[in-house]
């Protein structure tokens, strides 16, 4: 199943992105930016570990992780978390846990439907959702 994640993928729609940002800390100016950005995902597995290569004209960011390994992360606007990723029914979940006051736990589910790959996000009651659709 996780296979099916494997590839390229580009950003086609963000819903109530903005607002997720704005929880979990994420300044005016950095999110006026991402709100502009049509990033392209690049997933990579090999077992149990995975690489997330998000790429666009702003900043390059790639996350690299063991499923069910904690790590520290430190996301594209520059927080550290905790993080760590499991794979269920066929869907990639990240936790991340703040480490330092003033920082948000958040939730990412992944999942494949049909030709896109969905993210939806979660802090504190503030969800987001972005889609994806592969890449030619």
């Not at 950003?11 to 929880?23: G, H, P, R, T, V």
């Not at 077992?47 to 499923?67: A, P």
Request: overall charge neutral.
């Amino acid at each position: 199943m996780a296979q099916q994640f494997v590839g390229k993928w580009n950003l086609i729609e963000s819903d109530n992105f903005d607002a997720y940002m704005k929880q979990v800390g994420v300044g005016l100016i950095t999110r006026k930016m991402a709100a502009t950005l049509k990033p392209l995902l690049e997933i990579s597995v090999e077992g149990d570990h995975w690489k997330l290569h998000s790429q666009s004209t702003f900043k390059n960011v790639l996350t690299e992780f063991d499923l069910g390994k904690e790590f520290e992360e430190t996301t594209a606007d520059g927080r550290v978390l905790k993080s760590t990723f499991t794979f269920e029914d066929g869907k990639l979940i990240q936790v991340q846990k703040k480490i330092k006051d003033g920082d948000k736990d958040s939730r990412f589910v992944r999942y494949i439907e049909g030709d896109k790959l969905i993210m939806e996000m979660e802090s504190e009651g503030v969800k987001a959702k972005r889609v994806y659709e592969r890449a030619q």
